[in-house]
């Protein structure tokens, strides 16, 4: 069977750990070169050894998704290694401090990360694609966006949000350029962050998921792969729940 990524090289960040790795691994299966970014350098090491391990390519740069200036530095790497034509904008942190007592250094911290870097770092491929001709941009956004969380602080919920805006006006702006910007929403997905939840907390959530379980890092890499193959290429400024059912819109 044909991979359905082949020839095309995809950027990813949040790609040490979670639904990051899902997505760096299953594009890697499916023929894609891939760029990864993390803060956590062993695993982004390991990471790209199981890809290669896998006779995929694989290149990656450490570094923190809440720095601006990083946005450019990780673009001129990616381009050292192949020009992207896909990005996978995964990083993004969470904070449980409530209205009153969330600082604007906390409230930075998060719109920075989830925000404000993936439209730094959309700028540098969006040039790219445009020389180009084409490319497609998956944002990893959250059921939050559409849907109050109150697990976690309001600005986790903005930020992610505001990805879902980004998306559309990104698809509305570029979209008669070859250019394409989708993001996902996943609902309650097991990952560490999860395993950390008391079983009470677990079982509550399962009891409001129709499917009646936790959704997996491979559930949202599966629907990543088909937002950046061609599989979509009829589907632009879209936010799609992948939550089990637990909310619908």
Same mark, same amino acid.
């Given at each position: 069977?044909?991979?359905?990524?082949?020839?095309?090289?995809?950027?990813?960040?949040?790609?040490?750990?979670?639904?990051?790795?899902?997505?760096?691994?299953?594009?890697?299966?499916?023929?894609?070169?891939? +760029?990864?970014?993390?803060?956590?350098?062993?695993?982004?090491?390991?990471?790209?050894?199981?890809?290669?391990?896998?006779?995929?390519?694989?290149?990656?740069?450490?570094?923190?998704?809440?720095?601006?200036?990083?946005?450019?530095?990780?673009?001129?790497?990616?381009?050292?290694?192949?020009?992207?034509?896909?990005?996978?904008?995964?990083?993004?942190?969470?904070?449980?401090?409530?209205?009153?007592?969330?600082?604007?250094?906390?409230?930075?911290?998060?719109?920075?990360?989830?925000?404000?870097?993936?439209?730094?770092?959309?700028?540098?491929?969006?040039?790219?694609?445009?020389?180009?001709?084409?490319?497609? +941009?998956?944002?990893?956004?959250?059921?939050?966006?559409?849907?109050?969380?109150?697990?976690?602080?309001?600005?986790?919920?903005?930020?992610?949000?505001?990805?879902?805006?980004?998306?559309?006006?990104?698809?509305?702006?570029?979209?008669?350029?070859?250019?394409?910007?989708?993001? +996902?929403?996943?609902?309650?997905?097991?990952?560490?962050?999860?395993?950390?939840?008391?079983?009470?907390?677990?079982?509550?959530?399962?009891?409001?998921?129709?499917?009646?379980?936790?959704?997996?890092?491979?559930?949202?890499?599966?629907?990543?792969?088909?937002?950046?193959?061609?599989?979509?290429?009829?589907?632009?400024?879209?936010?799609?729940?992948?939550?089990?059912?637990?909310?619908?819109?």
């Amino acid at each position: 069977m044909k991979q359905i990524l082949t020839g095309k090289t995809a950027l990813i960040t949040g790609a040490s750990s979670g639904i990051g790795k899902a997505i760096a691994c299953r594009f890697a299966q499916e023929g894609a070169a891939v +760029i990864l970014t993390g803060r956590r350098q062993d695993r982004l090491e390991a990471v790209s050894q199981q890809i290669r391990d896998m006779g995929g390519k694989c290149a990656y740069l450490a570094g923190d998704c809440g720095i601006p200036a990083f946005a450019q530095e990780l673009y001129r790497f990616a381009c050292t290694f192949e020009v992207p034509d896909i990005l996978v904008c995964s990083a993004g942190i969470a904070l449980r401090a409530p209205t009153l007592e969330m600082t604007l250094e906390q409230w930075n911290q998060v719109m920075d990360v989830n925000l404000t870097f993936p439209m730094l770092l959309s700028q540098h491929c969006i040039r790219g694609f445009l020389e180009k001709g084409s490319g497609k +941009i998956v944002m990893i956004s959250s059921t939050a966006a559409k849907n109050v969380n109150m697990g976690a602080s309001p600005s986790y919920g903005a930020s992610k949000a505001g990805m879902v805006y980004l998306t559309r006006h990104f698809a509305s702006e570029f979209g008669g350029r070859g250019i394409y910007c989708n993001a +996902i929403c996943p609902g309650p997905v097991d990952t560490e962050i999860t395993q950390t939840w008391t079983p009470e907390h677990r079982q509550k959530v399962l009891s409001s998921l129709p499917l009646g379980r936790m959704g997996t890092p491979d559930d949202i890499a599966n629907c990543a792969l088909f937002l950046a193959s061609g599989m979509s290429d009829y589907i632009n400024g879209e936010s799609i729940l992948v939550n089990g059912g637990r909310y619908m819109d």
